[in-house]
């Protein structure tokens, strides 16, 4: 309670790297750890992070780890399904 997990990356549909407009994910007591998030169209080629936010949208942890990439060739849907 009180936290979420947001994707923010460096296209505009990630919220430009800030969290407030970035894609929030969800869970669930029978899914967690498990968060989710809905289908986004992005461009290819993009950079991004998980963030830990309050629930207003504010950041309170980045990912640590360097910026995880979808490369510029990129033609297809695709489901990301990682940890962190």
Avoid at 5 to 18: I, K, P, T
Avoid at 26 to 55: H, N, Q
Avoid at 62 to 82: K, Q, Y
Wanted: proline residues 8%; contains cysteine.
């Amino acid at each position: 309670p009180g936290q979420h997990v947001r994707v923010a990356g460096s296209v505009e549909e990630l919220g430009n790297w800030d969290p407030e407009f970035g894609l929030t994910l969800g869970t669930a007591a029978d899914m967690f750890p498990l968060w989710r998030g809905g289908p986004v169209l992005v461009p290819s080629g993009f950079e991004y992070k998980y963030v830990i936010c309050t629930d207003a949208g504010a950041p309170e942890q980045w990912e640590v780890t360097p910026n995880r990439n979808v490369g510029a060739n990129l033609r297809a849907s695709m489901v990301v399904d990682e940890e962190f």
